[in-house]
């Protein structure tokens, strides 16, 4: 049987590997549109903050995938699906012929289209060569902006800082990572990240880029502008969907799979960031592994189904630790805060009806799993609400 | 330097202390009241000698001022009342705690030359009714026993007597004789099942108020049994004793069945009463019911017999014996013996003697309150506080013109209302003798220097009476001639054969009073020691009677006051000590769970009676009586103005003795709610205003816990007292559960705790201990730091109350050594070095052991 994997990123790497490993007597191909060896596309922020070298990234050497069987196809992007065939194409009009096709084309950083977006100095935050590229500009030293305070953004900021430029980052939201932080951490990260010297403007949205023949600035709604020789735009990302669409797959903001993570084509799969799942899609490696996982085993006969848990998210920022899960809205007032703000510590726990419904850890995650636990089962925490913020240690339930 | 011989100032029993130059206290082995023991008090006395808040210096109207001034102004006052009132407008109200030379010099003064009956004594609350017993029996105050008969009984009957902590060294004694001698039985009788009860043969909880008829019982019994006595009154006696069989006291009729037979056949039978028995409306025929059952077994003045009342205070029995009670004349001498009072005033050189008794101290107050009293100097007591319907005596306070206060301290319930104060010395800077319950004087010395311009309390009262132109009479040297003086007026009864004679003092040099042993009384002749007195006795028809007010269905509960182990009356001097405060740190009001329907463990709750009310946390506890509340007399103003509970006490007094029924009021409990409850604990206090109900408490060096309960809603409180404990570069550390109401906050600088707070809807805080014991350490460690709002270590032992205070173990560590295999409180000792020190606590470890003990298998 032949097997094509689109997209040599974790999820897709994981993938193959699991297929060779499962279905010993297929033939497995690791296409990727990358020059380099399957790398961890998270430490990425290593790489750039000098923490990591571009060999230490690498996860699979070629002997490692070759042991397995697979086929690797570094700089191989691939043009289009020609199902009625059971092939793909690359765009230098190869044909890889295939029985199950599992697409892991992942996602592409935004680039927003503001005026003089295209200038040259303006990079996105994505793969090996956009952290290239900012290491050249981080070599002259000067001053750079980061056009988004995600997770993505604050570490390029972090990585650009300890390059030694001056670093500001412009954020559309009033604290940063709102996705996972509520305002309270947010503002702890933002002091953290100050005494690193990194400056911050938020709530502030960027009007455009500055400059002739090069970045020189960042024009703020405001008015004002930030001088800058490096603009890092981290803004978000797009499920890199293209493929499926003109072969006439289902996509909605991804591609749509069932519980198998199969497409609407029983031939094809998809997993990690360019899938879509009841209507939710994925941003982090570790449901995107889980979905790799469970695509391999279905092509493999087994019966089985991706159950998303709640979601959570464990990171490292600047050294600091933070992890938050499920529902952390704001909204509503029924939630245990506790806060040492000298040790840089910070709990906020979400209930609803006696029931933990969401937590975000800043400073001590150690506890992270207890929270996911109770959030997933919707256990009743009516009995050890006072101790809950500190913990399973201090919790003494009755027998 | 060697070590300073001196006398305990605390209870009755008066033991002897060995002071070190450096204030370390160790009990005299020699001293015979208690050959080297101490308990938890005794012990904590080195830790109250540097008090903070003395009075340094003499005060009028609020400014300092010279003791010639202030002496001055005493002076006028009483001599502005005198001539306006004439001498029954004038009064002293002085104090147990004064030693017998400044009692002697204060009654001289007011008896001998105010001319008044007017001056009385807070021993009037404490055994008044013990005296008045005795005079009726014996026409004497006389104690027949001495303590050794408690080691010699074979039956000691404890009446309305906490011994374990109210005497605890004779409670230790008892114990000790017990060990020895196991067949030596010992009865309770007490409404409450208190640590006295540890250990006791038989516990009778008798209703409160109900001696009178459990004794009347007893007698009819003995009589019944074939016991006969020659001496007058029985058959009045018997006739009194009506034909109850004890029923009035809600004793189970098996238990006084046995309890009669015990007493009948065992002729070694002491009946030790103390407070309990005497702080009734009956105290004094309850005295005299105890006494007519001893006099009808012949057993008065037996070794190892008889009646015997123990005192509350270093030197109640001092002032029995110098007459500083209104109804007292000096030395025993008898107002109604007109040629004793002729020799009295011919002694003194004192032709306006007063003729007769005068106010006793609720009456006294009363006539205050009426504007009848120009001029009152107290001293060394806190009436505010101690006294029954207490919002009336601070009003009556406040209506005497010229109110004079000898104190120790600075701000009292008392000082704050006092015109005139007069800087008084204390324990360790004074000189002169006290005397215990079992008759034996002993010397106070002084070991310390005179803190600001403290003088004697004999010295100010002399000094006014020279300005009030009695100089002469008051001219004594120092507390050796006063003795010597007092010791002569003993003589002047005779030829009546009075058991209380110093004659045999009276010769003491300066140098024979300064090195004077412990000496027990009668001392007739230079030499003697007194021992056990027999004297010729009469029997008192004592008719049983209920309390002065019933309960009714407005106030259905008896409300009980007494005493905390390790707190001594208004807390003035033990307040201050963190370990023993550890032992009972907040205000409480105890009650039967079954009576606490609709009160919260835990909770606030409102003690109201028709007089006033105070408000306590609420416990639930099996060991009071159906039916009743049990409340601390300690708390005042300065700890917990909400929880002074004489503001409810009934003024009602006993018809001889005038002491105050402080053991029954009919009250009700209801509870109190509170939008929150909680606590914070601070580097400096905070005052008793912090919120609608505060207690304040010392927990540990330097360290001041307020226990607190509001109205308002948790999160403005919260708001509120962060401002108020915030201290500048510190940084809080917070827990907040809104919707929970749940607030908690501590303060740290630089790892170093400066505050915490903690609100919560519920009384269910968490114990303060580990939170207190925090505040030790310079820099907080990293997992106490996380676990702080937590109130516990995540892997300590559930926190618990501490048992031993001087080796500050907590009942969690005894019982985990019980669990351990310590079955007995010698392996716990062992163990734990729990009951180890002093021996207070042994009752309570003793009941932990019975709690814990696994039952064998069946």
């Not at chain 2, 040629?339 to 205050?368: N, T």
Request: hydrophobic share 45%; with cysteine; proline share 7%.
């Amino acid at each position: 049987m032949r097997l094509l994997v689109i997209g040599a990123g974790p999820a897709g790497t994981r993938c193959a590997v699991r297929l060779a490993e499962r279905l010993p007597a297929s033939a497995v191909t690791l296409a990727g549109a990358e020059a380099a060896l399957p790398y961890d596309r998270v430490a990425l922020s290593k790489l750039l903050a000098g923490d990591a070298t571009m060999e230490g990234l690498i996860t699979h050497p070629l002997a490692l995938l070759r042991g397995l069987g697979i086929v690797y196809r570094p700089a191989t992007p691939i043009a289009a699906i020609d199902r009625a065939a059971s092939e793909a194409v690359t765009t230098r009009g190869e044909r890889l012929g295939y029985d199950r096709l599992v697409l892991a084309t992942g996602s592409s950083a935004i680039r927003l289209p503001l005026p003089g977006a295209a200038l040259p100095g303006v990079v996105l935050y994505r793969d090996m060569d956009d952290v290239r590229a900012m290491l050249r500009a981080a070599a002259g030293g000067g001053a750079a902006v980061v056009i988004g305070g995600g997770l993505l953004g604050l570490e390029a900021a972090v990585g650009l800082a300890a390059r030694g430029m001056k670093v500001t980052v412009v954020h559309a939201v009033g604290w940063p990572m709102e996705r996972q932080l509520d305002p309270a951490a947010g503002a702890l990260l933002t002091r953290r990240l100050g005494l690193r010297g990194i400056h911050f403007a938020m709530p502030a949205s960027t009007v455009g880029i500055e400059g002739d023949t090069r970045a020189t600035g960042v024009r703020l709604s405001d008015g004002r502008v930030v001088p800058a020789s490096l603009v890092v735009m981290a803004v978000g990302i797009r499920p890199s969907v293209a493929l499926a669409r003109e072969a006439g797959l289902p996509v909605g903001r991804a591609i749509t799979v069932d519980d198998a993570m199969r497409t609407a084509d029983p031939a094809i799969h998809a997993i990690g960031e360019c899938a879509e799942h009841q209507g939710r899609c994925i941003g982090l490696v570790a449901p995107a592994l889980e979905q790799a996982e469970i695509a391999a085993r279905a092509i493999a006969g087994v019966a089985c189904a991706w159950a998303p848990r709640a979601e959570s998210a464990a990171l490292k920022v600047s050294g600091t630790a933070v992890w938050s899960a499920g529902d952390i809205a704001t909204a509503g007032d029924d939630c245990i805060v506790l806060r040492d703000d000298a040790e840089e510590r910070y709990r906020r726990l979400s209930l609803r009806d006696g029931r933990l419904v969401g937590a975000v850890l800043y400073g001590d995650t150690a506890d992270a799993g207890f929270y996911l636990d109770l959030i997933t089962s919707r256990r009743s925490v009516a009995g050890f609400r006072s101790v809950l913020p500190f913990g399973p240690a201090f919790v003494r339930e009755a027998a | 330097m060697a070590e300073t011989r001196s006398t305990c100032p605390y209870c009755g029993v008066g033991c002897g202390v060995l002071v070190s130059p450096a204030g370390a206290v160790r009990g005299d082995p020699e001293h015979p009241a208690n050959r080297g023991r101490l308990c938890s008090k005794g012990t904590a006395l080195g830790e109250t000698l540097d008090q903070p808040g003395r009075l340094l210096h003499p005060e009028v109207d609020g400014r300092r001022a010279s003791w010639d001034a202030a002496l001055d102004a005493v002076a006028e006052g009483f001599r502005g009342a005198l001539a306006e009132h004439g001498p029954a407008g004038v009064a002293l109200y002085v104090s147990g705690q004064l030693l017998t030379e400044d009692y002697f010099a204060a009654n001289k003064f007011a008896k001998g030359f105010l001319g008044t009956g007017n001056i009385d004594s807070n021993s009037r609350l404490c055994m008044a009714s013990a005296v008045a017993g005795h005079r009726r029996a014996f026409g004497e105050d006389i104690v027949p026993g001495i303590y050794e008969d408690l080691e010699l009984a074979d039956l000691v009957v404890l009446v309305g007597s906490n011994l374990a902590w109210c005497h605890p060294v004779l409670f230790q004694r008892l114990q000790a004789a017990r060990a020895a001698r196991p067949e030596m039985r010992v009865v309770v009788v007490d409404p409450r099942r208190t640590a006295t009860c540890e250990g006791a043969d038989l516990h009778l909880p008798l209703a409160p108020g109900s001696d009178v008829a459990l004794f009347n019982g007893l007698l009819r019994h003995l009589h019944a049994s074939g016991r006969r006595s020659e001496a007058a009154g029985l058959d009045a006696a018997l006739a009194a004793a009506g034909g109850g069989t004890g029923g009035e006291t809600g004793i189970d009729p098996a238990l006084l069945t046995t309890f009669f037979a015990w007493f009948a056949a065992t002729p070694r039978t002491v009946t030790l009463f103390s407070q309990g028995a005497n702080q009734s409306s009956s105290g004094t025929d309850k005295a005299n019911a105890i006494i007519n059952c001893h006099l009808l077994t012949g057993s008065i003045g037996q070794p190892g017999a008889g009646p015997f009342s123990v005192t509350g205070q270093p030197n109640a029995m001092g002032g029995r014996e110098v007459g500083a009670l209104a109804t007292t004349l000096a030395g025993h001498l008898d107002w109604d013996n007109p040629a004793e009072v002729e020799a009295l005033r011919g002694f003194w050189q004192a032709p306006s003697l007063a003729a007769g008794p005068g106010l006793k101290a609720v009456e006294l107050f009363q006539a205050a309150g009426e504007g009848r009293i120009g001029a009152l100097w107290i001293m060394a007591t806190n009436p505010a506080v101690s006294l029954p319907d207490a919002a009336a005596v601070r009003a009556a306070m406040r209506r005497v013109p010229c109110l004079v206060v000898s104190e120790c301290v600075r701000e009292s319930d008392t000082v704050d209302l006092a015109r005139i104060r007069l800087p008084a010395l204390g324990w360790g800077e004074k000189e002169g003798t006290v005397t215990n319950s079992e008759r034996v004087i002993s010397r106070q010395r002084g070991f310390r220097p005179a803190p600001g311009e403290a003088r004697p309390d004999w010295w100010a009262v002399a000094e006014v009476a020279a300005r009030l132109g009695w100089g002469e009479a008051f001219a004594w040297e120092g507390p050796a001639a006063i003795f010597r003086e007092h010791a002569a007026v003993t003589a002047l009864a005779r030829p009546a054969a009075r058991a209380f004679d110093l004659s045999g003092l009276a010769g003491l040099t300066d140098a024979d009073y300064g090195t004077l042993p412990p000496t027990r009384w009668p001392v007739a002749r230079p030499g003697e020691a007194g021992g056990r007195l027999s004297p010729p006795a009469r029997f008192v028809a004592t008719p049983s009677r209920p309390p002065a007010h019933a309960t009714s269905p407005a106030y259905p509960l008896r409300l009980l006051t007494g005493r905390l182990r390790d707190q001594w009356h208004s807390m003035t001097r033990t307040g201050a000590v963190p370990r023993l405060m550890a032992h009972s740190p907040e205000p409480v009001a105890a009650i039967n769970p079954a009576d606490a329907a609709g009160l919260t463990d835990g909770g606030l709750a409102r003690v109201a009676s028709a007089w006033g009310s105070a408000v306590l946390r609420l416990r639930h506890d099996p060991a009071v009586a159906r039916g009743a509340v049990f409340v601390p007399m300690h708390w005042t103003d300065r700890f917990a103005p909400a929880a002074r509970i004489n503001a409810a006490v009934n003024p009602a007094v006993d018809p001889h003795s005038g002491q105050p029924e402080l053991k029954h009021t009919p009250v009700r409990v209801e509870p109190v709610g509170m939008a929150w409850h909680g606590f914070a604990l601070a580097r400096r206090p905070l005052g008793t205003a912090l919120a609608n109900w505060t207690a304040l408490l010392p927990a540990a060096d330097g360290v001041w816990r307020h226990e607190l309960g509001g109205l308002e809603a948790p999160a403005e409180a919260f708001a509120r007292l962060r401002v108020l404990l915030e201290e500048p570069d510190a940084a809080w550390v917070v827990l907040e559960d809104p919707a929970a109401g749940l607030h908690r906050a501590a303060l740290l600088r630089d790892g170093r705790l400066l505050a915490c707070l903690f609100l919560d809807p519920a009384p269910a805080l968490p114990a303060r201990d580990w939170l207190v014991g925090l505040f030790a350490d310079a820099r907080i460690g990293s997992d106490a730091r996380r676990a702080l709002l937590a109130g516990a270590p995540a892997d300590g032992p559930a926190p618990s109350p501490t048992i031993c205070v001087c080796h500050g173990i907590a009942a969690a560590g005894i019982c985990r050594a019980i669990a351990a295999g310590a079955d007995t409180l010698a392996l716990v000792g062992e163990a734990t070095r729990a009951g180890t020190g002093c021996g207070s606590c042994k009752p309570e470890i003793a009941a932990l052991l019975v709690a814990q003990r696994i039952p064998e298998p069946a």
